[in-house]
């Protein structure tokens, strides 16, 4: 076989992170080469596994520790590569929850620069009727048949919350993939030859920016049944910072009294005896996660009572 058949089968395993943390009440990952990629590389036979490789390269390229991670998906589809004639790359990604050591460190970015109709903490993002209805409209109406176009209606409807619909803060993945499909991202774009710059959202390498849309819907998936927070927060904290870090990453509000009720029937957070006076207002109690859950990592967890929209 030609030497050049046998480089366009090559096959790369490639080991990508999403670094996750939270910082004054904002979610915000780690990422490499200004902002425009997650880190990662190659898997090497002198890597002893898969997540000592992938630890290995987030501490060379970022001097960041990795603490607490799980594998998260495989990527293997051939039509998102960049390139035809590129090497095929499986990717293999990883979810990782830290508390980013410097807010001021050019890596961190906040997740809502590259999702911005994710964020409805102070309700729907204007991009969503602004740009992104208009747009899915546009590509609902260019379907081929009635049918085809009665689908897409329902589908850009259910998963962007539009004529009336609920929003699902679980299904970023989903939204991220119909804006792809339907022409609307940079990465897709940039695939068929065109400018990225009517994309939507900042756009990152490769599939770069899907994998990160992975993680979100995971993480915003796992804190409503395991307190998987407690890797985010600071060892003593106020519950009005446990809840803005729980707001931060679902990216809804939730009902105070009613958060804090849960809290205690949960009984996932214990007083230190301490206060803070950092807020405006009388000191407030300072709490930690209780040893069970810090030791354990598997109780049933932190359902979210969201408020109402």
């Not at 996750?20 to 009440?25: F, I, L, M, N, R």
């Not at 998987?228 to 729980?246: A, G, K, N």
């Not at 930690?288 to 990592?297: G, I, S, T």
Request: charged share 25%; glycine share 8%; proline share 6%.
């Amino acid at each position: 076989m030609p030497g050049s058949q046998r480089a366009s089968r090559s096959v790369v395993v490639d080991l990508i992170a999403v670094l996750a943390a939270v910082t004054a009440g904002e979610p915000r990952v780690m990422t490499v080469t200004k902002g425009s990629a997650l880190p990662s590389g190659p898997f090497e036979l002198a890597h002893r596994s898969l997540q000592q490789g992938l630890r290995d390269w987030v501490e060379q390229q970022t001097h960041h520790p990795l603490g607490y991670v799980e594998q998260l998906y495989t990527f293997a589809d051939k039509d998102r590569a960049d390139a035809d004639t590129a090497p095929r790359t499986i990717s293999i990604s990883y979810l990782g929850l830290t508390r980013e050591h410097d807010a001021a460190e050019a890596g961190w970015h906040s997740w809502y620069e590259y999702f911005p109709w994710e964020d409805h903490r102070a309700g729907p993002p204007p991009v969503i009727a602004r740009v992104l209805a208009p747009a899915l409209s546009a590509w609902a109406e260019d379907a081929s048949t009635a049918g085809m176009r009665s689908e897409r209606r329902l589908r850009a409807a259910a998963t962007f919350a539009l004529d009336g619909a609920r929003w699902n803060e679980e299904l970023t993945l989903q939204r991220y993939e119909m804006l792809y499909e339907a022409g609307i991202v940079a990465e897709r774009l940039r695939r068929e030859g065109h400018s990225e710059a009517g994309g939507a959202g900042r756009p990152m390498i490769a599939d770069h920016r899907r994998i990160l849309a992975t993680g979100i819907a995971r993480l915003r998936a796992k804190i409503k049944y395991r307190p998987v927070v407690f890797e985010l927060m600071p060892p003593t904290f106020t519950l009005l910072q446990l809840q803005r870090c729980v707001e931060a990453i679902a990216g809804r509000t939730l009902h105070k009294q009613n958060f804090r009720r849960l809290m205690e029937q949960q009984e996932l957070v214990e007083e230190t005896g301490g206060t803070t006076s950092e807020s405006l207002g009388r000191p407030a109690k300072l709490f930690r996660f209780r040893h069970a859950v810090v030791e354990e990592r598997a109780l049933a967890g932190t359902k979210l009572p969201l408020a109402p929209t």
